[in-house]
Protein backbone atom coordinates (compact mmCIF):
# COMPACT_ATOMS: atom_id res chain seq x y z
CA UNK A 1 0.00 0.00 0.00
CA UNK A 2 1.07 3.72 -0.60
CA UNK A 3 0.08 7.11 -0.27
CA UNK A 4 0.94 10.14 -2.06
CA UNK A 5 -1.05 12.95 -1.05
CA UNK A 6 -2.56 14.28 -4.54
CA UNK A 7 0.48 13.57 -6.46
CA UNK A 8 -1.02 10.79 -8.65
CA UNK A 9 -4.50 12.32 -8.88
CA UNK A 10 -6.39 10.75 -11.54
CA UNK A 11 -5.77 7.20 -11.01
CA UNK A 12 -7.99 4.53 -12.44
CA UNK A 13 -10.17 2.86 -9.01
CA UNK A 14 -9.81 -0.62 -8.40
CA UNK A 15 -10.83 -3.16 -10.91
CA UNK A 16 -11.43 -0.29 -13.66
CA UNK A 17 -10.42 -0.81 -16.38
CA UNK A 18 -7.70 1.01 -18.21
CA UNK A 19 -6.09 0.88 -22.02
CA UNK A 20 -3.30 3.14 -20.45
CA UNK A 21 0.96 1.73 -20.41
CA UNK A 22 2.74 1.27 -17.21
CA UNK A 23 4.00 4.69 -16.29
CA UNK A 24 6.05 5.77 -13.71
CA UNK A 25 5.02 7.12 -10.28
CA UNK A 26 4.67 11.02 -9.61
CA UNK A 27 7.22 12.23 -6.96
CA UNK A 28 5.72 12.32 -3.01
CA UNK A 29 5.99 10.43 -0.03
CA UNK A 30 5.47 6.76 -0.27
CA UNK A 31 4.69 4.27 2.79
CA UNK A 32 5.07 0.46 2.77
CA UNK A 33 2.73 -2.04 5.11
CA UNK A 34 3.14 -5.47 4.90
CA UNK A 35 0.43 -7.09 5.72
CA UNK A 36 1.20 -10.61 7.48
CA UNK A 37 -2.48 -11.60 8.28
CA UNK A 38 -4.90 -10.85 5.85
CA UNK A 39 -7.65 -10.48 8.52
CA UNK A 40 -5.95 -7.35 9.29
CA UNK A 41 -5.51 -5.66 5.88
CA UNK A 42 -9.08 -4.06 5.71
CA UNK A 43 -8.31 -2.65 9.54
CA UNK A 44 -4.97 -0.77 8.26
CA UNK A 45 -6.42 0.51 5.04
CA UNK A 46 -9.42 2.21 7.49
CA UNK A 47 -6.17 3.10 9.71
CA UNK A 48 -4.02 4.92 6.17
CA UNK A 49 -7.31 6.70 5.19
CA UNK A 50 -8.59 8.26 8.93
CA UNK A 51 -4.86 9.70 9.05
CA UNK A 52 -5.06 11.16 5.29
CA UNK A 53 -3.38 8.47 3.44
CA UNK A 54 -4.54 9.25 -0.45
CA UNK A 55 -4.13 6.57 -3.36
CA UNK A 56 -3.59 3.52 -1.50
CA UNK A 57 -2.41 0.49 -3.61
CA UNK A 58 -2.42 -2.80 -3.35
CA UNK A 59 0.34 -5.12 -4.24
CA UNK A 60 1.69 -8.53 -4.05
CA UNK A 61 5.60 -9.27 -3.47
CA UNK A 62 8.54 -11.54 -1.94
CA UNK A 63 9.17 -9.96 1.54
CA UNK A 64 12.92 -11.29 2.42
CA UNK A 65 15.07 -9.95 5.20
CA UNK A 66 13.27 -6.67 5.97
CA UNK A 67 12.29 -5.83 3.01
CA UNK A 68 10.58 -6.11 -0.76
CA UNK A 69 12.77 -7.95 -3.28
CA UNK A 70 10.32 -7.89 -6.27
CA UNK A 71 8.92 -4.08 -6.29
CA UNK A 72 8.21 -2.74 -9.22
CA UNK A 73 7.88 1.13 -9.14
CA UNK A 74 7.09 1.31 -12.85
CA UNK A 75 3.91 -1.33 -12.19
CA UNK A 76 0.63 0.68 -12.85
CA UNK A 77 -0.60 0.74 -9.73
CA UNK A 78 -3.74 -1.22 -8.30
CA UNK A 79 -5.72 1.43 -5.88
CA UNK A 80 -7.70 -0.12 -3.12
CA UNK A 81 -11.35 1.49 -1.56
Do not use: C
Not at 45 to 68: P, T, Y
Amino acid sequence: MRTMDGAAGGLPEEGEATNQKPRPRSAGMMVAVRVAKPELRQGIIDSLKHFGAKDIESAQGVWENGEWVDFDPVAYPKLVH
